[in-house]
Every structure is written in structure tokens, then in C-alpha cells.
């Protein structure tokens, strides 16, 4: 072994050692900040040690594409709002997995077409490519449903079930062809191309509730796509940074799929051509008791214990800001404030923590559904902004809804429940919300940020009369 | 298979085990920079497009090379900036967080 190529493996051991230790950080946020820091050291350890390979002769195409990739990435790291925070990692999936594809395409075509590649090599190329490509399109298109270019709504047709299922086994086929007899282009090619089309038609009717799970699963397939690249090159910093990435996309697919009390394989094929079902109770005449800003604030200047809930809602209205200035004022009362995060609010997993802490909101106050839902039952108010099937008792007491079993939030058992919500419109699982007609429930409707806002005004009226 | 094959094999189940064991830990709290951390770690592929761009082997190689050192290098730079930023806002009760309390706004409101 050379100086030099010591130096490079050493590069890569420190990078995968910084690696674990920074993830390790992340189990406290105190520590969180350092070590993800320490991790981005490893980055640039591992690029340098790269950098100083004998087999790289032409530094003209690194250093173009180093910075045109700096200026694009540079502004998504920093400009990017927290909530556009979805869409913003679906898309960074997209070119993780793009970078993972074209490094094996590339390597397939340099070694003759694949006529210089061993079995086992074919295996992790044709890994590599077939979830790289399947990635590429399928966060794509959760980037569309997210940005709201593409319909959010489960896109269905006849037959969809039998098209994908057709075009899966194909894509298997080929691959394992390949791993038989690698020196076959054709079949390489239209393996990648078939991938493409798997990502598609597994991603587009999957609805934009179910999108926290996508979300962690294109995470899952990116890391592993980048560790077969490890396999195919040979390179283990690529096997082990692939592999955690891979562990941690399964692990959250997993808490996501267990807080909608659905198996993955419900949520991945279960949209396959069924509209959303309609709850089983029908709210005909039954009657919502809306209640006006000024009202709501008088309830809320004189409560001792008040729980947040937010969901999507207060993303889409951008509302943390306008939640925090409302918590201070009860607080100055002397009132107490808690937030209750159901772990699928919002779009993505820890989606709402994130947002309430960009509103400088201490993360000690953030609770865990467990940790809270013995609470509920002691509370003054429980303040509901835009989330809905998180919060629905049906999940609890209604065999015949389709959320019947999900872990919900006992939002119910508060002694008085506000509810902030645009309209009277069920929420994406398309059902009917008992809470709303709740005795002890009254409704705040309009945009969540501009009603917060009224609130703001109305308590600090309130407080100076 | 050769013995390469299987002791790249074992890296891979060993740091899969070791990433289960660290990252169920993870607090729910801290979900989303998990995301963007994982995937800025990931985009490690940089190393990968940096040999297929800069060992002119065939253009072939060198074009798609450039274009996956591009996307990977976005995910570095992207990912660890976004992780960073959004690590910054998490903080403790009692301590001022970046963007600091409006005090000047409160004093207003004592006033009134």
C-alpha cells in the first residue's frame, strides 16, 4: 500500500467514525449541533482523501461540478423555509439517489459493457441502479405532491394494480438475468429505465397523508442505493455511511407506519384503486358550535393549563410564529403552555418540532404523544390549529373507520376544546371528525395564522382592560 | 464470491446494526435533522462520482461523473447546512434561542 492510498483509507475510517459519533450527537439535542459538525469534518476529510487517489488524473470535470453543485446546494441549505422542510428532503433524496445511479452506469459502461464484471459485482450494480433510478422519479414525484405541482390526492386508474405489478416483475426479471449473464446492455439499460417507471407508479397514488412514510422510505432506498454503490467500487465508507442512512429511513418508516396503526404494505399498495373511503358515520344533523375570536380569547386569557395540537394546517399557514406570541401572553397570565405532537402531524417525521422551535419555542415543552396523553384529561383548553385525523376519536371507538386503531391524541378528554380549521372540509383520509361535534368542542374557522393573530389582539385587550 | 465480497458484506451488516442501535434513540424531537443528517451522510457517494469524473477512463464516465458529482456535492453542502440550521433553533427552556426574545416588544405591552 502507498503513502497515498493509506492516506486515503485512514481519510475514510476517520469519515466513518465521525459518521456514527454524529449520529450518536443526535440522540440529545444539546449535543446535537456539535456532532453533526464533527460529521461535515468527516465529509471533508473523506472528499480530500479522494481527491489524493493516484487513479484521478483530470481534476477539470471535479472542480466544475464541486461548484456548480456548491452554489445550487449552498441556497437550499440556507434560504429554504422550515416549512417547506418536506419537500426540501424529498428532493435532496432525489439527487442522493441520482448520484448513486450514474456512478454505477457509469461504472457498468467502463468495464466493457458489462463484460468485465464479475456475478457478485453485477449484483450490487444492478442493486444499485435498479433502487437509484426507482428513487430518482419516486422523490420526485413526492417532491410535486409536496410543492403542490402534482394533485395530492391519490392518482388511481383501473388496473393499476396488475400495470405495476406487470412492470415490477419485469425489472426483477432483468436484473436477475443480469446477475446470470452480466455482459448483457440491453437488458442493463432497460432495467434503468423501468426503474424510472417503478418510482412513478409507486409514488403517485400514495396521497399526501401517507407522505411522512413515503418520505422515510425513499430515505431508506437512497442509503441503500449509495452502500451497493460501496459494494460495486469496492469503497467501504460508502457501504457503512449507505447503511445507516439505509437503517434510519427503515426505522422511521417504521415509527410512522405504527403511529397510523397501518402496515407498510397497506400504505404502499393499499391507495392501489380505492378512493379514499368515506367514514362510516355521517354527520347529518349533527350541528358545530362556532365561536368568534373574541369569545375564544376570553377562554383562553383565564385558562390555567392550555395544550397545543398543531398539524399540517399550521405548516400550510405558516402559523409557529403567531402560535408562540399567543403562548407568551397565556403564560403572562400565568397560565401553562404545552405542545402535543402526534408523531404524523404534518408531512414529515418531527415536521411540527421543528417548526415550533424555529418559533424559539423551548424544546422541553415539545411532548411526545405518550408522554402527554394522560394530560389531556386535567387541561383547561386544548388548542387544536389544523390538524384533524390525529385527533379523531374515531380512531379510538369506531370499528368501521378506516383509521379505527391509530394511536390518536385524547384531545376529547380536555375540559374545553378549541378547534382551528379552514372550513368544515374532512381531512385527507376524507372522514368525519367526531370531535368537532363535541359538546365541550367549539370551532375557530378561518386561516390559522390570520385567526391566531386575532387571538393575539383580543387577550392582550383583554389583559390591559 | 470472492473474500472481498463477504468482508464487505460484514462492514455493511455490522454498521446497519450499529445504526439500529444508535439511531431508535433518536427522540422523535429531533426526526426531521435525522432526515437531513442521514442524507447529507449519505450523499458520501460524492466519493464514488469523484473517481468516475476524474480518472478518464472514457467520456462516457467523465459526463455522467460530472453530473453525479454535482447532485451529491448539492447534498453535502445542502444537507449539512439545512441540519445545522435547523440544530441551532432547538433549545432548552430558559435559554435564549438565535433569534432571541422580542424584549423590546414586551416592554411596550407593560406600558399599555
Redesign the interface.
Known amino acids: 500500500m502507498s503513502a497515498a492510498e493509506l492516506f486515503t483509507q485512514a481519510s475514510y475510517l476517520a469519515a466513518s467514525v465521525l459518521f456514527i459519533l454524529g449520529l450518536r450527537s443526535l440522540t440529545k439535542p444539546d449535543s446535537a449541533r456539535r456532532g453533526m459538525q464533527q460529521a461535515a469534518v468527516g465529509m471533508l476529510l473523506a472528499i480530500v482523501g479522494t481527491l489524493t487517489k493516484e487513479e484521478i488524473v483530470d481534476y477539470k470535470f471535479i472542480i466544475a461540478g464541486l461548484s456548480v453543485g456548491t452554489v445550487i446546494g449552498y441556497p437550499l441549505g440556507m434560504f429554504v423555509p422550515m416549512t417547506a422542510m418536506p419537500q426540501r428532503i424529498a428532493i435532496s433524496h432525489m439527487f442522493g439517489a441520482l448520484a448513486a445511479t450514474l456512478v454505477g452506469i457509469a461504472e457498468f459502461y467502463t468495464l466493457g459493457d458489462g463484460a468485465q464484471v464479475s456475478h457478485a459485482t453485477m449484483a450490487a450494480l444492478g442493486f444499485e441502479v435498479m433502487f437509484g433510478a426507482l428513487t430518482i422519479t419516486g422523490s420526485f414525484m413526492a417532491f410535486g405532491k409536496l410543492q403542490e405541482f402534482l394533485p395530492g390526492v391519490p392518482v388511481t386508474f383501473r388496473g393499476q394494480n396488475a400495470v405495476s405489478g406487470v412492470l415490477f416483475a419485469v425489472t426483477v426479471g432483468l436484473f436477475a438475468w443480469l446477475v446470470y449473464q452480466p455482459h448483457t446492455p440491453w437488458a442493463f439499460y432497460v432495467m434503468c429505465v423501468l426503474g424510472l417507471f417503478i418510482g412513478v407508479s409507486l409514488v403517485l397514488p400514495i396521497g399526501g397523508a401517507d407522505m411522512p412514510v413515503v418520505i422515510s422510505l425513499l430515505n431508506s432506498y437512497a442509503g441503500l442505493a449509495s452502500s451497493a454503490t460501496g459494494f460495486a467500487i469496492g469503497n467501504e465508507v460508502l457501504i457503512i455511511a449507505g447503511a445507516l442512512d439505509g437503517a434510519s429511513g427503515f426505522i422511521l418508516s417504521m415509527v410512522m407506519s405504527k403511529a397510523m396503526n397501518r402496515s407498510f404494505s397497506n400504505i404502499l399498495f393499499g391507495a392501489f384503486g380505492k378512493p379514499p373511503e368515506k367514514g362510516a358515520k355521517a354527520a347529518t344533523g349533527l350541528a358545530v358550535k362556532p365561536v368568534s375570536a373574541e369569545d375564544a380569547a376570553i377562554q383562553l386569557g383565564y385558562a390555567r393549563s392550555v395544550i397545543v395540537v398543531p398539524g399540517y394546517g399550521m405548516a400550510v399557514a405558516q402559523a409557529q410564529h403567531a402560535v408562540r406570541e399567543l403562548a407568551d401572553l397565556i403564560e403572562k397570565n400565568g397560565g401553562e403552555v404545552k405542545y402535543a405532537i402526534h408523531p404524523v402531524a404534518g408531512r414529515m417525521p418531527g415536521h411540527m418540532n421543528v417548526l415550533l422551535a424555529e418559533a424559539n419555542i423551548p424544546y422541553d415543552k415539545l411532548k411526545e404523544m405518550e408522554e402527554i396523553n394522560g394530560e389531556f384529561r386535567n387541561t383547561d383548553v386544548a388548542l387544536v390549529i389544523g390538524a384533524n385525523d390525529v385527533v379523531n376519536p374515531a380512531a379510538r371507538n369506531d370499528r368501521s373507520s378506516p383509521i379505527y386503531g391509530m394511536p390518536i391524541l385524547n384531545v376529547d378528554q380536555a375540559k374545553s376544546v378549541i378547534v382551528m380549521k379552514r372550513s368544515m372540509n374532512p381531512g385527507f383520509a376524507g372522514i368525519e371528525n367526531e370531535l368537532f361535534y363535541n359538546d365541550r368542542t367549539t370551532m375557530l374557522f378561518g386561516d390559522a395564522k390570520s385567526s391566531l393573530e386575532k387571538l393575539v389582539a383580543e387577550v392582550k385587550m383583554n389583559a390591559a382592560g | 464470491?470472492?473474500t472481498?465480497?463477504i468482508i464487505?458484506l460484514y462492514?455493511?451488516v455490522l454498521?446497519?446494526f450499529?445504526?439500529?442501535q444508535?439511531?431508535?434513540?433518536?427522540?422523535?424531537?429531533?426526526?426531521?435533522?435525522?432526515?437531513?443528517?442521514?442524507?447529507?451522510?449519505?450523499?458520501?457517494?460524492?466519493?464514488?462520482?469523484?473517481?468516475?469524473?476524474?480518472?478518464?477512463?472514457?467520456r462516457?464516465?467523465?459526463?455522467?461523473?460530472?453530473?453525479?458529482?454535482?447532485?451529491?456535492?448539492?447534498?453535502?453542502?445542502?444537507?449539512?447546512?439545512?441540519?445545522?440550521?435547523?440544530?441551532?433553533?432547538?433549545?432548552?427552556?430558559?435559554?435564549a434561542?438565535?433569534?432571541?426574545?422580542p424584549l423590546p416588544r414586551?416592554a411596550k405591552?407593560d406600558e399599555?
Open positions: 464470491m470472492q472481498t465480497s464487505e462492514v455493511f454498521a446497519g450499529v445504526g439500529f444508535i439511531i431508535t434513540r433518536v427522540p422523535s424531537l429531533l426526526h426531521t435533522p435525522l432526515m437531513s443528517a442521514t442524507n447529507a451522510i449519505s450523499a458520501i457517494s460524492l466519493v464514488g462520482s469523484l473517481v468516475a469524473a476524474g480518472s478518464d477512463k472514457n462516457v464516465a467523465t459526463w455522467l461523473g460530472f453530473v453525479a458529482v454535482t447532485a451529491a456535492t448539492i447534498n453535502v453542502v445542502g444537507g449539512f447546512l439545512i441540519t445545522d440550521r435547523m440544530l441551532k433553533m432547538f433549545r432548552p427552556a430558559g435559554k434561542g438565535a433569534g432571541g426574545r414586551k405591552e399599555g
